[in-house]
């Protein structure tokens, strides 16, 4: 009879063993199902956004063609008149962050890119990661987006970001 107890805790033991494990299993499973399109990135904490640039002839284009970005809350006509407050760091090109605190969850945001004084041609490129990489986290980028003169002392709307928890969809 003591036999027959010890086996019968044994199995109840290793019952609850394997079906503890079996539902953790279950809970990584559900959060790597949803698979992330090429324009969307997983972040929690933040986004940072880097804009390198230059010109047609290689000369400096910080001096030939200054350009920065400004982020707004809203899309279209809900845009906001008055930019979210980007935090820049420091760099030889633009580099700038905002936590997740400042975007509305299941809001849009447009970022605009402003042409400076633009004297010379040339190409900008967009970088949008996240501040930790989160299982799916990536980098979006948008390359080889060229101005021109034309559009000196200009804004253009350049990007939505639509926030829902902690992923972000990009819409150019």
């Known amino acids: 009879m003591a036999n027959l107890n010890r086996f019968c805790l044994f ?31 997983r972040e929690e904490y933040g986004l940072r956004f880097i804009l390198t640039w230059s010109v047609a002839d290689s000369s400096n284009a910080q001096t030939y063609a200054p350009l920065d970005i400004a982020l707004y809350k809203g899309a279209g006509d809900s845009k906001s ?17 905002i936590p997740t605190s400042a975007l ?14 633009v004297t010379k041609n040339g190409s900008f490129d967009l ?31 350049f990007l939505i970001i639509k926030r829902e928890g902690s992923k972000y969809t990009f819409i150019q």
């Not at 063993?17 to 809970?27: E, G, M, P, R, W």
């Not at 509305?104 to 004084?117: A, Q």
């Open 127 to 157: 970088y949008v990661e996240g501040y930790t990489a989160i299982g799916a986290t990536k980098k979006f980028t948008l390359a080889n987006n060229p101005f021109t003169t034309a559009q000196s002392n200009s804004r253009k709307d």
């Open 11 to 41: 199995l109840c033991l290793l019952s609850a063993t394997l079906l503890s494990c079996k539902k953790a299993n279950d809970n990584t499973n559900n959060s790597q199902e949803e698979v992330l399109l090429p324009n969307q990135i």
């Open 81 to 97: 008149a008055t930019p979210l407050p980007l935090t820049p760091k420091e760099s030889a090109f633009k580099n700038y962050s």
């Open 104 to 117: 509305d969850d299941g809001g849009e945001c447009t970022l605009v890119i402003n042409y400076g004084n």
